[in-house]
């Protein structure tokens, strides 16, 4: 554990992370762990069809089966059958649709909720499935987003009369801008990248327990969420239970990438048949229902056109996104390609941008956040097209980028797109990742192979990336039509004994907040990390929080938790300097003693500071017992991270086979609080991007059967898939925020995707390769260098 | 996730668990290390009324060196077989081989006759029981019987040890002087099962391929021989070129599917490319 005997700073210190052990070895509580008497099991009948109506649905066959309690399709379950929110209308004439928590009479998705089952075990409950009858009729399947909104096409939703949710448009400059830049402009790239569907397969499945807590009247959930929170307030205002009768919890939790940041179905139901039966209730899904019913992530077409001189100065930006919604419309499902809108532009400055994005109801799982959300989108975007443009001009790709980004003077800088980047040195990053990479040299080994033909050729790629992130001043987010704040808060509590409770509105699951949010508080009260407790994830213990996602939790929480630690410190400063028979202003405070200035030979410890507000004997007049504060802040602003991603792949020409030779990534998050947690999020996000670029995609037939229902099919690669990473850093403190921090929960994930396609695409570009679809299966690039070779595309 | 109701009998001795399946009938189930059973039983996939555990039966266990052969038990697991110092020395392309069967946890449960039993076409350890010509001793209620390996493999997860029957243990003849192997095993992850597969054992007489045994996995719903390929090595030169243009004929006689893993041509290409590799690496090309 850590050992901070002398007490010296614990911002900065690789500190290992005290939620591991528990962690680690298992003795901790997820929501599967909960056994509560009395408590009904939940099993629920699924869609196996894309599209159909419902000709027949009888649950009572499942009441013979031994265990079973209750069954209940949408007609039993009557009002009680809540439909899921949707609190992102991204515009006025948004199409809504009802999605209740029980399919009513017609299945949209493969996995769309149809009955369900309440049995003493979980066995039984899966067994009692079986006696239900279900018919089906099928009604035409609509998958492919571009058939989706053309004329004639089934409709996902009759009731709406078509398939599109809603068209944004973004025209900083106006609508005529673009076009003036392309009308300038020596050369005009497009491409069109599918960036495909990918599915969270966060570790510990999701699960719930609703259970009525007897006399007390309220109704606890424990639910595996990044979203406590959030949850309540949706909970309520779906089933009616109110607000302060209701208690969520998420317990340790294994996992999220945005996938647990959800109302669920199967939380409402839970809930509802909770507070009717008034027993507890408990489901937790199974990995084959976690492919079909857990939202899943990106699934965007990206029609990009980048318009520049023939010297490389980039003059314009367009971009017309579709992106798939699924069948329905679940938390932030439309909103998430505007989180990626306003980072098309990436680092670089232009003079015009213009964006379009159509959202598209189609038969499949709804779509929602995803590690990046939105932002990896963009970041593929940019950053493939500004390779795409340097081959066209016969720049060097590196060079082409430092032509056009903004220079570390020019911060802060305002986007194309409206944004004010805080602050950043692209040019430190770049410089120290191109030496670790071994650039040149690697350069130098690709013309050898080059030229002699080597069966197997070397690629590059680099990733020059930003992104936007601690989400979010709140009055941004309502500009933006979000129907939440953004904040962050914070409580911190000196016990009478020094030891401290720290209270925090983020809702950590694998992030490591218990250690990093200690060292913050550690530094501002001066008091040893380990005494310090971070209570988190319960509304009963922690009721105002926004949760985690978006890389917000340091960003915008350390915020909290610093001013709450100030705070607890201004006020024991008050009772010290009474004590001590001084001015407040007299006071030094240093590695948590108080010391009169002149004559350090008085002074107090915070600890004891803390013994004598509870004891209240001898306090200041009118100054309140006990030492404690709060503190809620909405952020000023977001912060922008940044990093230089190189990747070197060697792609085998003859099989199709790719395979990572190096990657090094020196990101630049600011303040780090941390660096072994940063190194940790580092590596995760770096393979669940180097997936997404060359092994996860859902796939789904014409009729809506998710072909990729299991991990045997749908490829998350593992250990040994991945190579040693190198990762550095360079440090530009954030100037939105007093700690100086960005945030890197995403970091990873959003810049390394292009990275490895860029390098790809490099490795083939002699044999007329310029685009690769992901995932880069062999057997694609295999077809795509074949296409290549005969002249094609 | 959650199997179907079944009963579970763990016998001592072969002819304990013939008896057990016997009286099961025809829906019960042989399973050693459940690396395959398991994933079916949860799925629900395969809903059998008794399991009979044969994971314990001595005499399915451990590994024999009879002088011209070796003799593997059928529950003997994965680590045990390729880390066998008799394995590793006499049947080395069965070592290599088993090393790539899915991962560390898989390799420690899952069983050497479980998986040719189940018959899966994508598992690796069929075709090198092919190209290796093993013998399988199957026994049931009748007695025992010998099965070639060409006989064994009947079609997709079916093979000749019928319903009341078990596989007992796996004989395969050393190959002696001048042979050298190699398992060419193509998948997406390391983890995943072979996309294509090829075991190649390869004899070498002065500077020229005598002979050559070949073993195709996931080209048709049963491991097969590339025969055309043996053929066309025979009396060719140790040369990459050579070996090359004699693999051309790898998908010949192959009935290769189409799946997320690979389409048929794709798949074809990969044989032609994988047996090239795989005989030079035995060969010493």
């Known amino acids: ?793 | 996730m959650i199997p179907s109701t079944f009963d579970y009998v763990r016998p001592k001795s072969v002819d304990e668990a013939i008896a057990a399946l016997t009286a099961g009938g025809e829906d019960s189930k042989v399973i050693t290390g459940g690396q395959s059973m398991l994933p079916l039983l949860r799925l629900r996939m395969a809903a059998p009324s008794v399991l009979v555990d044969c994971a314990r039966i001595d005499e399915m266990k451990g590994i024999k060196d009879n002088g011209d052969s070796v003799t593997i038990g059928a529950a003997t697991t994965h680590l045990d077989v390729m880390s066998s110092d008799i394995v590793k020395s006499h049947v080395k392309l069965l070592a290599d081989a088993t090393a790539t069967v899915a991962d560390p946890q898989v390799r420690h449960r899952g069983t050497f006759g479980g998986a040719l039993a189940h018959g899966d076409p994508a598992g690796d350890l069929p075709a090198v029981a092919l190209a290796l010509d093993a013998t399988m001793e199957i026994a049931g209620p009748k007695g025992r019987r010998q099965v070639a390996a060409k006989d064994f493999f009947v079609d997709y997860f079916t093979t000749a040890v019928g319903p009341d029957e078990i596989l007992v243990s796996i004989t395969i003849p050393k190959l002696g002087k001048g042979w050298g192997t190699c398992y060419e095993k193509f998948n997406r992850t390391a983890n995943g099962w072979a996309i294509v597969g090829v075991a190649a054992a390869v004899k070498v007489e002065g500077g020229k391929i005598a002979e050559a045994r070949i073993g195709l996995t996931n080209c048709a719903a049963v491991p097969v021989r590339a025969s055309s390929v043996e053929s066309a090595l025979t009396g060719v030169a140790v040369s990459a070129t050579e070996i090359e243009a004699a693999s051309q004929s790898a998908a010949d006689g192959t009935r290769a599917t189409t799946d997320l893993g690979a389409d048929k041509e794709y798949r074809e290409h990969l044989m032609r490319v994988l047996t090239a590799r795989a005989v030079s690496c035995a060969a010493g090309a």
Not at chain 1, 72 to 89: F, I, K, M, Q, R
Not at chain 1, 610 to 631: C, K, N, R, V, Y
Request: proline share 6%; aromatic share 6%; hydrophobic share 40%.
């Open chain 1, 1 to 793: 554990m850590t050992e901070l005997a002398d007490h010296v700073a614990a911002i900065g210190r690789p500190i290992k992370r005290k939620e591991d052990a528990r962690l680690l070895t298992g003795k901790t509580q997820w929501t599967d762990n909960i056994q509560l008497p009395g408590a009904l099991h939940m099993a629920i009948l699924r869609s196996p069809m894309g599209h159909a109506k419902i000709t027949k649905l009888d649950v009572s066959g499942a009441l013979k089966y031994p265990g079973v309690e209750a069954a209940y399709s949408a007609t039993e379950l009557g009002d009680l059958n809540g439909s899921v929110p949707c609190v992102w209308p991204v515009t006025d004439d948004m199409v809504a649709p009802d999605f209740p928590a029980l399919a009513k009479g017609e299945v949209r998705h493969m996995g769309d909720c149809v009955a369900l089952v309440l049995a003493h075990t979980a066995a039984q409950a899966a067994d009692a499935l079986e006696g239900i009858v279900v018919e089906y009729a099928t009604l035409p399947a609509v998958i492919d987003m571009e058939a989706a909104i053309a004329d004639g096409s089934p409709l996902v939703h009759s009731d709406k009369g078509t398939n599109k949710c809603y068209t944004y448009h973004l025209q900083p400059q106006g609508d005529s801008a673009y076009a003036e830049a392309k009308a300038k402009a020596d050369v005009v790239v497009k491409r069109r990248f599918i960036n495909q569907r990918l599915i969270p397969a966060f570790m510990e499945p999701r699960a719930v327990v609703a259970a009525p807590m007897g006399t007390s009247g309220e109704l606890t959930i424990w639910s595996a969420t990044q979203v406590p929170h959030v949850l309540r307030v949706l909970l309520t205002l779906v089933t009616g239970v109110p607000e302060n009768k209701l208690r969520v919890v998420a317990p340790d939790v294994g996992g999220g990438f945005g996938g647990k940041l959800q109302c669920y179905r199967e939380e409402i139901l839970c809930v509802a048949l909770a507070n009717k039966l008034g027993r507890p209730i408990k489901w937790t899904e199974t990995r084959s229902e976690d492919m079909v019913a857990t939202h899943h992530g990106r699934d965007q077409i990206q029609d990009i056109e980048i318009a520049a001189t023939k010297d490389g100065k980039l003059l314009g930006l367009k971009v017309d996104l579709i992106a798939n919604m699924g069948a329905y419309l679940q938390i932030i499902t439309p909103g998430i390609p505007l989180l990626g809108m306003f980072m098309y532009p990436g680092i670089y400055k232009m003079d015009a941008y213009d964006f379009t994005c159509i959202g598209v109801f189609t038969n499949t799982t709804p779509t929602d956040a995803y590690r990046g959300a939105g932002r990896p989108e963009s970041t593929y975007a940019i950053e493939r097209i500004m390779d795409e443009l340097a081959n066209e001009i016969g720049m060097e790709p590196m060079e082409l980028r430092k032509k056009n980004w903004i220079k570390h003077e020019e911060f802060p800088y305002t986007t194309v797109a409206g944004l004010t980047y805080d602050s950043g040195n692209y040019e430190a990053a770049t410089e120290k990742a191109l030496a670790l990479f071994k650039y040149d040299e690697l350069r130098k080994e690709q013309e050898k192979r080059r030229a002699s033909g080597d069966k197997v050729q070397l690629g590059i790629g680099i990733s020059t990336f930003t992104e936007m992130c601690g989400l979010a001043p709140s009055r941004t987010l309502g500009a933006l039509k979000y129907v939440a704040g953004g904040w962050e808060h914070c409580t911190i509590r000196v016990l009478p004994t020094g030891k401290v409770e720290l209270v925090t509105g983020t809702s950590p699951h694998g992030q490591g907040h218990e250690t990093a949010w200690s060292q913050i508080a550690s530094d501002t009260l001066g008091i040893p990390v380990d005494d310090i407790e971070v209570i988190h994830g319960d509304t009963r213990t922690s009721p105002y929080g926004m949760d985690t996602y978006g890389s917000r939790s340091l960003a915008v929480g350390g915020q909290a938790i610093l001013r709450a630690g100030e705070k607890v410190v201004e006020k024991a400063r008050l009772i010290a300097a009474h004590q001590l028979e001084c001015s407040p202003a007299d006071l030094e405070f240093d590695h948590g003693t108080f010391r009169v200035k002149g004559d350090p030979s008085k002074e107090k410890a915070i600890q004891a500071v803390a013994f004598e507000a509870f004891t209240a004997h001898d306090l200041p007049d009118g100054l309140e017992p006990t030492l404690q504060a709060e503190s809620t802040v909405d952020p000023q602003d977001f912060s922008y991270p940044h990093g230089t991603h190189l990747c070197a792949m060697e792609v085998d020409t003859e099989t199709g086979k790719s395979v990572m030779r190096s990657y090094v990534c020196v990101d630049d998050i600011g303040i780090q609080i941390n660096p072994l947690i940063v190194e940790g999020q580092v590596h995760g996000g770096l393979a669940q991007g180097i997936a997404q670029a060359l092994y996860e995609g859902a796939v789904y037939d014409s009729d809506g059967q998710l072909l990729t229902a299991s991990f045997a099919d749908y490829l998350v690669p593992g250990a040994p898939d991945l190579p040693s990473f190198t990762t550095d850093h360079t440090v530009t403190p954030s100037t939105t925020n007093p700690l100086g921090t960005k945030g890197v929960g995403e970091a990873g994930a959003i810049a390394s995707t292009p990275a490895v396609i860029n390098a790809i695409v490099d490795a083939l570009r002699p044999f007329g390769v310029n685009d690769m679809p992901m995932p880069a299966h062999p057997m694609t690039v295999w077809r795509t260098l074949n296409a290549a070779r005969q002249g094609g595309k």
